[in-house]
Nanobody, 122 residues
Protein backbone atom coordinates (compact mmCIF):
# COMPACT_ATOMS: atom_id res chain seq x y z
CA UNK A 1 0.00 0.00 0.00
CA UNK A 2 2.79 2.42 0.91
CA UNK A 3 5.71 3.39 -1.28
CA UNK A 4 8.72 5.21 0.17
CA UNK A 5 11.53 6.95 -1.69
CA UNK A 6 14.59 8.40 0.04
CA UNK A 7 16.79 11.17 -1.29
CA UNK A 8 19.47 13.56 -0.11
CA UNK A 9 22.38 11.22 0.48
CA UNK A 10 25.89 12.10 -0.54
CA UNK A 11 29.49 12.61 0.48
CA UNK A 12 30.12 14.87 3.46
CA UNK A 13 33.22 15.71 5.45
CA UNK A 14 33.30 14.79 9.13
CA UNK A 15 31.61 17.48 11.18
CA UNK A 16 29.34 18.47 8.33
CA UNK A 17 25.58 18.21 7.91
CA UNK A 18 23.16 16.53 5.56
CA UNK A 19 19.38 16.30 5.34
CA UNK A 20 17.72 13.16 4.09
CA UNK A 21 14.16 13.17 2.76
CA UNK A 22 11.60 10.40 2.48
CA UNK A 23 8.58 10.82 0.24
CA UNK A 24 5.58 8.61 0.98
CA UNK A 25 2.68 7.68 -1.25
CA UNK A 26 -0.08 5.10 -1.46
CA UNK A 27 -1.21 5.25 2.17
CA UNK A 28 -2.48 7.46 4.96
CA UNK A 29 0.83 9.05 5.80
CA UNK A 30 -0.30 10.97 8.87
CA UNK A 31 -1.30 7.75 10.67
CA UNK A 32 2.10 6.04 10.41
CA UNK A 33 5.11 6.09 12.63
CA UNK A 34 8.05 6.81 10.35
CA UNK A 35 11.45 5.38 11.15
CA UNK A 36 14.99 5.72 9.89
CA UNK A 37 17.43 2.81 9.82
CA UNK A 38 20.96 2.45 8.52
CA UNK A 39 23.25 -0.36 7.48
CA UNK A 40 26.99 -0.08 7.06
CA UNK A 41 29.06 -2.63 5.11
CA UNK A 42 29.57 -5.78 7.15
CA UNK A 43 27.29 -4.60 9.95
CA UNK A 44 23.74 -5.28 11.06
CA UNK A 45 20.95 -2.90 10.17
CA UNK A 46 20.42 -0.56 13.09
CA UNK A 47 17.68 1.74 14.31
CA UNK A 48 18.45 5.43 13.95
CA UNK A 49 15.25 7.12 15.06
CA UNK A 50 11.52 7.39 14.56
CA UNK A 51 8.71 9.90 14.72
CA UNK A 52 5.12 9.05 15.60
CA UNK A 53 1.94 10.37 14.04
CA UNK A 54 1.79 12.76 17.00
CA UNK A 55 5.35 13.94 16.28
CA UNK A 56 6.90 12.26 19.31
CA UNK A 57 10.46 11.20 18.53
CA UNK A 58 12.81 8.47 19.66
CA UNK A 59 16.51 8.20 18.80
CA UNK A 60 19.31 5.72 19.08
CA UNK A 61 21.93 6.73 21.63
CA UNK A 62 24.57 6.90 18.91
CA UNK A 63 22.80 9.77 17.13
CA UNK A 64 20.96 11.49 19.98
CA UNK A 65 21.70 15.20 20.02
CA UNK A 66 23.09 15.13 16.49
CA UNK A 67 20.19 13.89 14.35
CA UNK A 68 16.65 15.27 14.21
CA UNK A 69 13.61 13.66 12.64
CA UNK A 70 10.70 15.78 11.47
CA UNK A 71 7.64 15.30 9.29
CA UNK A 72 5.39 17.38 7.10
CA UNK A 73 2.03 15.67 6.79
CA UNK A 74 0.78 18.13 4.18
CA UNK A 75 3.58 16.99 1.87
CA UNK A 76 3.75 13.34 2.98
CA UNK A 77 7.43 13.86 3.78
CA UNK A 78 9.76 12.76 6.57
CA UNK A 79 13.19 14.26 7.10
CA UNK A 80 16.36 13.24 8.86
CA UNK A 81 18.58 16.20 9.67
CA UNK A 82 22.09 14.92 10.34
CA UNK A 83 24.56 17.25 12.05
CA UNK A 84 28.08 16.78 13.39
CA UNK A 85 28.52 13.77 11.14
CA UNK A 86 31.14 11.17 11.99
CA UNK A 87 32.84 8.57 9.84
CA UNK A 88 30.90 5.88 11.69
CA UNK A 89 27.67 7.41 10.34
CA UNK A 90 28.61 6.12 6.89
CA UNK A 91 25.86 3.74 5.77
CA UNK A 92 22.89 3.25 3.52
CA UNK A 93 19.96 4.99 5.17
CA UNK A 94 16.41 3.68 4.79
CA UNK A 95 13.10 5.15 5.82
CA UNK A 96 10.29 2.85 6.88
CA UNK A 97 6.64 3.04 7.92
CA UNK A 98 4.96 1.30 10.85
CA UNK A 99 1.49 1.14 12.37
CA UNK A 100 3.06 0.69 15.83
CA UNK A 101 3.91 3.70 17.97
CA UNK A 102 7.65 4.37 17.89
CA UNK A 103 8.95 0.82 17.47
CA UNK A 104 12.71 0.33 17.42
CA UNK A 105 12.75 -3.09 15.80
CA UNK A 106 12.82 -3.30 12.02
CA UNK A 107 10.34 -6.19 12.23
CA UNK A 108 7.61 -3.71 13.20
CA UNK A 109 8.00 -1.76 9.96
CA UNK A 110 6.04 -3.11 7.04
CA UNK A 111 7.12 -0.68 4.34
CA UNK A 112 10.64 0.28 3.32
CA UNK A 113 12.36 2.60 0.91
CA UNK A 114 15.29 1.48 -1.21
CA UNK A 115 17.79 3.61 0.67
CA UNK A 116 20.19 6.45 0.06
CA UNK A 117 23.96 6.31 0.59
CA UNK A 118 25.59 8.60 3.13
CA UNK A 119 29.37 8.70 3.17
CA UNK A 120 31.29 10.71 5.76
CA UNK A 121 34.95 11.27 5.04
CA UNK A 122 37.70 12.23 7.46
Amino acid sequence: QVQLVESGGGLVQAGGSLRLSCAASGGTFSSYTMGWFRQAPGKEREFVGAISSGRITNYADSVKGRFTISRDNTKNMVYLQMNSLKSEDTAVYHCAASTTRLPRSSWNYGYWGQGTQVTVSS
